[in-house]
């Protein structure tokens, strides 16, 4: 059974740097699938931050795209966020999910992590 | 403001069929499959239908889905109680490059 859990300050001061980590049990991520970041401000609905294949190959969400570092560790089956800069409209919950095989555009995710809600103040 | 558009609430009695709407434009549905979410408050977002009508092993034949041109609809037929909760579709958008979503309804049984 795939699980993702991420894990990472829930506290970060603004103009610094997010981190999150997402690791994955069950499955490893060199298998086919890509793997992304998706976060949910409060009371608000879902948005794409970024996914990426093992393979490095990576998509990311425009409007996010200049703040945000990811990155894979293959041996802890481990997937890495880093978002900088940050505002305080970058709190939100943030879920690490799997998606679809590599080159299959259907855009879903299946499992989720449980989330981890990240505030953003000083 | 979400890439895709749904009614911000819907609701329905119990045993009732409620439909949800989604809609998008050329580069997302008009292209793509869509995915649909359930998200109980407090919980991470579960798929409940993908490839417009597939469901994932363990989801009730109570949920379905259909697809035309550039909409959706996600429909519940015989609502139970349990079935309250947020529903989010979702797509891939050819445009930007990466998985859209609606912004989601909140169906309430009454």
């Known amino acids: 059974q795939v699980q993702l859990q991420e894990s990472g300050p829930g506290l970060v001061k603004p103009s610094e740097t997010l981190s999150l980590t997402c690791t994955v049990s069950?499955?490893?991520?060199?298998?086919?699938?890509?793997w992304g970041w998706i976060r949910q401000p409060p009371g608000k609905g879902l948005e794409w931050i970024v996914v990426?294949?093992?393979?490095?190959?990576?998509y990311y969400n425009p409007t996010l795209k200049s703040r945000v570092t990811l990155s894979v560790d293959t041996s802890k089956n481990q997937f890495s966020l880093k978002l900088g800069s940050v505002t305080a409209a970058d709190t939100a919950v943030y879920y690490c999910?799997?998606?679809?095989?590599?080159?299959?555009?259907?855009?879903?995710?299946?499992?989720w992590g449980q989330g981890t809600l990240v505030t953003v103040s000083s | 403001q979400s890439v895709l558009t749904q009614p911000p609430s819907a609701s329905g009695t119990p045993g009732q069929r409620v439909t949800i709407s989604c809609s998008g434009s050329t580069s997302n549905i008009g292209s793509n499959t869509v995915n649909w979410y359930q998200q109980v408050p407090g919980t991470a977002p579960k798929l409940l239908i993908y490839?417009?009508?597939q469901r994932p092993s363990g989801v009730p034949e109570r949920f379905s889905g259909s697809k035309s041109g550039t909409s959706a609809s996600l429909a519940i037929s015989g609502l139970q109680s349990e079935d309250e909760a947020n529903y989010y579709c979702?797509?891939?958008?050819?445009?930007?490059?990466?998985?859209?979503f609606g912004g989601g309804t909140r169906l309430t049984v009454l």
């Open positions: 069950g499955h490893s991520i060199n298998n086919n699938n890509y």
């Open positions: 490839r417009n009508n």
């Open positions: 979702g797509t891939w958008d050819d445009r930007l490059n990466g998985p859209v």
């Open positions: 999910a799997r998606g679809p095989s590599y080159g299959d555009y259907s855009g879903w995710f299946d499992p």
């Open positions: 990426v294949y093992h393979s490095g190959t990576t």
